[in-house]
């Protein structure tokens, strides 16, 4: 069974940073693309990065590139997100997720995705 269970998420202040973790057990880092998603209230939810195992290769949603970080302990099975210069906007509950793909394809943030985490919730306060 997949399980995917994101942590980190807490109260940070305008400017801010924070880096949220995705730990994936039953779930093989080869093959496979893990995505981060975030969904406000009354808004729906948004793809805002992604990581392909197999070659590293990583993209990002136009609302946090520049400001959002994708990367992985292949060997820990885990996936950070480093959050900098947090903004007004940015609060919501964020969700990792998983899927295997084929092995020349490279990830973007809008793909489906099989695995889902239960989420972990970012507050940024002014």
């Known amino acids: 069974e997949v399980q995917l269970v994101e942590s980190g998420g807490e109260p940070v202040q305008t400017g801010g940073s924070l880096r949220l973790s995705c730990a994936a057990s039953?779930?093989?880092?080869?093959?496979?693309?893990i995505g981060w998603f975030r969904q406000a209230p009354g808004k729906e939810r948004e793809g805002i990065a992604c990581?392909?195992?197999?070659?590293?290769?990583?993209a990002y949603a136009d609302s946090v590139k520049g400001r959002f970080t994708i990367s992985s302990d292949n060997a820990k099975n885990t996936v950070y997100l480093q959050m900098n210069s947090l903004r007004p906007e940015d609060p919501a509950v964020y969700y990792c997720?998983?899927?295997?793909?084929?092995?020349?394809?490279?990830?973007?943030?809008?793909?489906?995705?099989?695995?889902w985490g239960r989420g972990t919730q970012v507050t940024v306060s002014s």
């Open positions: 997720a998983a899927v295997y793909i084929d092995y020349d394809y490279s990830c973007a943030p809008s793909d489906y995705y099989r695995y």
């Open positions: 039953g779930f093989i880092f080869t093959d496979a693309a």
């Open positions: 990581y392909t195992t197999n070659d590293g290769s990583t």
